[in-house]
Each structure stands twice: as structure tokens, then as C-alpha cells.
């Protein structure tokens, strides 16, 4: 899968190595960064008013300045010339004040009213900048999760979770960094350098020039310095999402690990990957350690050539006195941006490193999404059919499934027996759109399935994973997953499911928290939990997946009795159970027995079984451990 400027996005969360990477190594900030352009867009007047008051701000920066050079002048001549002021004002017009005329005062005056005015402008500039970064975070960060949550399951098979919530968290909270930082830096030093430069053109072309010719030896620096980082910050990224993946499944699998004795062997893991991180970061500050020095070198550069020069240029009559202070002070301004210069290059190169992570994701492309002209899934399931269905995974060699054929009517109950590798939970899958077959037809209501919106189908279908996942939160969060609903249809869901009985008894309820992935409960109480969220809203369709394999015998068969009770709905409704126990099953309308993902055999349990075959021989087995 590709993005629109052909970079290939490889089987983990980076990008490989190809020609477009290369290509970005020899660019100053490389490609993908400029892609949080059109982000800001979106807030574009508050980003124009962030630019207008951060000019305003520099002007009153500077103003400063410009009144320490006038006041040194007027203190000068108001020294040598018995108190005459020729420089800016007259006496006449400005009285004395006591011993502090208001001249002097009004020097202060205006110091005193610039500096509030550049914390007024200032405040407000990074007000709405930072705003609009937070903003264009957030839209950044929900273009990416959107686009991870429409991507097909087989996408999530072979990625870590780890290392996507690396890219989400870490890697879109730098890029708010390049906006409300870098970018406010940007307009920053711009402003400064024109303003600074056209005053000190305006007072003598020959300091300016004098101040600014070394300047120009920055930019092979700048070059040296960005074509050489950015490989090392990229890979930093990498390494800081292969630290956070290990994490995770160290933490996730906790148990695990210590009933194992493997708390050796992960840190191990984890050392290295630190390790690779640390590597990575002392040599990307190698690079950045011999920028930044340079950068004083032609600073110490610009201001020795500007203050020998002074001399000779007031000697000449080119400038006064208080306007030299004031070109020196105005040229210190011209410090700070060239130091900012650098940090800020090394804040951009570590942005577009994680910008190329982040936009990666956000220009992924389903290959699972509906047909143009698709239509909603309208009335009832009555029927599912599989017509001649054949399938394979992307990574398996040969079909998992061969020309299957089947059909479960309103109030049917199928079973699909098989071993391990069959081809029974893929069945599953393919209705619930997760994958679509290389060959034949999955029809619902005699109409094949692509016709129809998956968000129509899905809300239709009651899905019962062989592994029940529960959200950190509550019962009550849980079995009312992303729906409304009283607490009347929690317990009737929860009655069905066979779990009233275990949650009415629990301190809080259906309040209870139940812990990480549900870790709090038992595997059978999480089954029946997963069970009863099937079956809040009714659907035409339930699907269930091993779903019995955590309970008792005595469990399953009150759960059974609830399923196919006698009200309307449970009539109407088509089950499809896949299990290896086959008592789960034995009450089914009909029987598919799987070998090899092909259908060997299908009858109800009598037939099947009188049959001698594949179903009799797994059933002979089980008998001596399940009650007839």
C-alpha cells in the first residue's frame, strides 16, 4: 500500500527504506512536515491574527531600543552642551520636572508602555497559536485513529498495538510542538530579522551590511546540519515505538512473563531496544552539538567586525552615538534568532520524522470498505447463504475455505464443527465482513453482501468472539457498548446470557469495574458478559465464535435454554455457532462438518452421527466426557 507521493508503507508502522527517503534526506525539512499546512487552514484566522499580533508585538520589541539610543544621544548633548538639548526635543516645549525633566520621564514613559504593550500583543500571539496547534492536533490525531479504525482486521495481524499507540500519542503530540513552537518561531524570527534589518539599513547601510555578511556562512551549516539529522531522529522513532509495542505486551501478558520466569529475558528485550533509542539520540546530538557551536562562532563573528567598525562609521558622521547603542542593542535581537534558528531546525527534523509515522497511517486505504451505490441493510435478516465460497488468507498458502456452500433460514440454529485450522471461524469472519472471499457469494436475504452498507449489516449482527474482550470500565460500560440502553435491557441481556445471576451479586452491580480487559472476572463470566453485549439490541444474526468454551456443562445448557426460548425473537432469530465441543452444538437444525476447509458432511446430530464419519468419530470421543 502506497501513499500519494509513493512511499511504501511496510509491514510495521514506519515507512521502508525507498528512493523517497533518500530524496528527503538531501531536503532541508523534507516533504511530509508541510503536510500539517493544510491543518492550520482550517483555522486560518486565528492563525492570520496570531501572525498580526506577533508582528505588532516585535514592533514594541524594538521600540525600546530605538528610546535608549535617543535618550544616550539627549544625555550626551545635555552633558557637553550646558544642558541644550539639539537632539530630538527642545526645552522650550519640555519643561524641567524637578530634577528629572519630562523628557527623561518621557523616556521612561515609553520603555514602561512597549514592554506592556509587548506583553499584551505577545500574550495574545501565543494564545492563538498554541490554540490553533491544539486544534490542528486534534484533527491530526482523529484523521489518523479514524483511518486505523477502517482499515480490515488482517491489517491489525501482523502490527503491533504498541507501536500504533506510539504514532498516535507521542509522534502527533510532537508535530502540536512544530505548530505552536515552531511555527510561532518561524513568524518570530521573520518579523525580527526584516524589522531589525530595515532599522539598521535605515541608520547606516555600511554596520548592516558589516553585521549581516557573515551571516550568510550559517547556510551551508544549516544544510550540513538537517541532511545528516533527520536519518537519526527517524530512526529514534522507530525505536521509541518498538520500546512502547514491547511494553505493552510485557504488560498485557504480565502473568505470563513471571509465571515463565521471564522478567530477565523481556528486560533484556527491552535493553536493547533502549539501547538502539540511546545509540540513535547521542548520535543525533553529536550533529546538533557541533551546529550549535558554529552558530556562536558566527555570531562572535558578526559582533566583533560590527563593534571595530563602530568607531571609524561615528568618526565618519554616518551615525550618532545613541543610534550606534541603539544598532547594538537592536543587533542582539539578531542573537537570540540565530540560536533559535538552531533549536528550531532540530525541533523540524524530529517533526517530520514523526510526521512521515503519522501520516503514513492517515493515508492508508481500506481494502474492505463499501461499493459506491452500496444501501442500507433495511428490515430483517431472514436468510444467509454462502454460494461456492472459496477464500484464502494474504500469508497462508492454499484456500482456507473451498467452493463452500450453505443457508441458515429465520429461527434456523447451524453448527460448523471442524478441526483446529478448518476454516470455521474464517466463515464467521466473512459474514461479519472482517475479510470477503476470493471466489463466490456471501448472500444475506438472497442479495449478495457487498450490496449492502457493513455499518447496516453490523448493526444487524451479534458478534461472540472464541476470546471475549472486555473495555477497562464497568459491566454496565461494557455490555451497553456504544448504545443506549436502560438498565431493564441490561438485565434481560444479562439474564439471556446467563450472568444475571453472578452480577446482581457483586458489590456494585452492573456498576463493578471489571478491570483491564476484564481481568477482574473469570473466563466464563467474561463469556457470558460478551454474550449478553450480543444480545442487548436483538440481532436477526448472532454469531458465535467458541463462545461456550469457558463455561460448565450446566452453564451452557441454561444459556441454550434462554437462546431458543419461546418469545418472537428468539424464534426469528439465526444462530451460527462455531465449536469444538460438540454438545454445544448438538441441537443445531443442521450440521456442517469441516475437513480442510471443504464441507465433508451436514445433517442434524442423529444423521451425523448415524453417518459413521468425520462428526460420529469426534462425537465417540467426547462422549466419555460430556453427558449424554
Keep these: 500500500m502506497s501513499d500519494d507521493d509513493g512511499e511504501q508503507v511496510s509491514s510495521g508502522i514506519g515507512l521502508s527504506k525507498d528512493n523517497s527517503d533518500l530524496l528527503d534526506e538531501k531536503q532541508l525539512l523534507g516533504r511530509k512536515i508541510w503536510r500539517i499546512v493544510p491543518y492550520l487552514k482550517r483555522y486560518w484566522k486565528r492563525a492570520l491574527g496570531g501572525i498580526l499580533t506577533n508582528g505588532v508585538a516585535r514592533a514594541f520589541d524594538l521600540i525600546p531600543f530605538i528610546a535608549i539610543g535617543m ?27 524637578g530634577p ?77 510542538d512544530i505548530i505552536s513552537d515552531a511555527s510561532t518561531s518561524i513568524i518570530r524570527i521573520t518579523i525580527t530579522f526584516a524589522t531589525a534589518f530595515s532599522i ?11 553585521l549581516f555578511a557573515p551571516l550568510a556562512l550559517i547556510v551551508p551549516m544549516v544544510v550540513w546540519f538537517s541532511t545528516r539529522v533527520q536519518r537519526k531522529y527517524r530512526k529514534t522513532r522507530e525505536s521509541t515505538g518498538g520500546i512502547v509495542a514491547i511494553l505493552e505486551n510485557v504488560l498485557s501478558g504480565i502473568t505470563v512473563v513471571q509465571a515463565y520466569n521471564a522478567t530477565d529475558f523481556e528486560s533484556s528485550r527491552i535493553g536493547r531496544q533502549s539501547g538502539d533509542y540511546r545509540d540513535q539520540s547521542i548520535d543525533a546530538a553529536l550533529v546538533r552539538n557541533r551546529f550549535i557551536p558554529g552558530i556562536y562562532i558566527v555570531a562572535g563573528l558578526s559582533f566583533g567586525l560590527l563593534v571595530s567598525a563602530g568607531g571609524w562609521v561615528m568618526e565618519d558622521g554616518q551615525i550618532t552615538v545613541g543610534q550606534f547603542v541603539t544598532f547594538l542593542l537592536i543587533s542582539t535581537r539578531m542573537t537570540m534568532p540565530m540560536f533559535i534558528l538552531g533549536l528550531l531546525l532540530n525541533q523540524l527534523q524530529k517533526g517530520e520524522a514523526s510526521s512521515k509515522r503519522v501520516f503514513a497511517i492517515i493515508d492508508l486505504e481500506p481494502s474492505i470498505f463499501d461499493k459506491e ?85 453490523r448493526e444487524r449482527v451479534g ?22 440502553a436502560t438498565d431493564e435491557d441490561i438485565k434481560k441481556a444479562l439474564e439471556t446470557a446467563g450472568a444475571w445471576e453472578f452480577t446482581s451479586k457483586l458489590p456494585q452491580g452492573i456498576d463493578t469495574m471489571v478491570g483491564d480487559r476484564g481481568v477482574m472476572l473469570s473466563g466464563g463470566q467474561r463469556a457470558r458478559v460478551s454474550l449478553a453485549r450480543a444480545l442487548l439490541n436483538n440481532p436477526d444474526l448472532l454469531i458465535l465464535d467458541e463462545a461456550s468454551a469457558a463455561l460448565d456443562a450446566e452453564t451452557e445448557k441454561r444459556i441454550q435454554q434462554s437462546l431458543f426460548g419461546n418469545s418472537e425473537n428468539d424464534r426469528k432469530r439465526i444462530t451460527i455457532a462455531v465449536a469444538h465441543r460438540l454438545a454445544t452444538i448438538r441441537n443445531s437444525d443442521e450440521i456442517i462438518a469441516l475437513v480442510d476447509g471443504s464441507i465433508v458432511e451436514r445433517g442434524t446430530h442423529d444423521q451425523l452421527v448415524s453417518n459413521n464419519n468425520v462428526y460420529a468419530s469426534q462425537w465417540s470421543i467426547q462422549t466419555g466426557e460430556i453427558d449424554n
Design 71 to 97: 535618550a544616550a544621544d539627549y544625555y550626551r548633548d545635555k552633558t557637553f552642551t550646558d544642558g541644550s538639548i539639539k537632539s530630538f526635543v527642545t526645552s522650550d516645549i519640555l519643561p524641567s520636572v
Design 100 to 176: 528629572i525633566t519630562s523628557v527623561e520621564l518621557g523616556f521612561g514613559v515609553l520603555i514602561l508602555i512597549s514592554f506592556s504593550f509587548l506583553a499584551v500583543f505577545q500574550g495574545l500571539s501565543n494564545q492563538l497559536w498554541q490554540s490553533t496547534a491544539y486544534m490542528a492536533q486534534h484533527d491530526i490525531r482523529m484523521d489518523a485513529t479514524e483511518s486505523l479504525m477502517a482499515m480490515e482486521a488482517s491489517y491489525f495481524e501482523t502490527r503491533q498495538t504498541g507501536n500504533l499507540m506510539a504514532v498516535l500519542s507521542a509522534d502527533v503530540a510532537q508535530l502540536e
Design 200 to 210: 539598521m539599513f535605515w541608520m547606516s547601510p555600511t554596520l548592516a551590511l558589516i
Design 373 to 457: 451505490g452500496a444501501k442500507d441493510l433495511e428490515g430483517e435478516i431472514t436468510s444467509i447463504s454462502f454460494e461456492n465460497v472459496s477464500f484464502s488468507y494474504p500469508s497462508s498458502e492454499g484456500n482456507v475455505l473451498n467452493t463452500i456452500s450453505f443457508n441458515a433460514s429465520s429461527g434456523n440454529f447451524l453448527g460448523v464443527m471442524g478441526h483446529t485450522g478448518a476454516g470455521k471461524s474464517t466463515i464467521l469472519k466473512l459474514i461479519e465482513r472482517f475479510y470477503e472471499p476470493q471466489q463466490g457469494k456471501v448472500l444475506i436475504n438472497g442479495i449478495d453482501i457487498n450490496e449492502y452498507s457493513i455499518k447496516s449489516i
Design 463 to 484: 458478534f461472540v468472539s472464541q476470546e471475549p474482550f472486555l473495555f477497562f470500565g464497568t459491566l454496565r460500560e461494557n455490555i451497553a457498548y456504544a448504545r443506549n
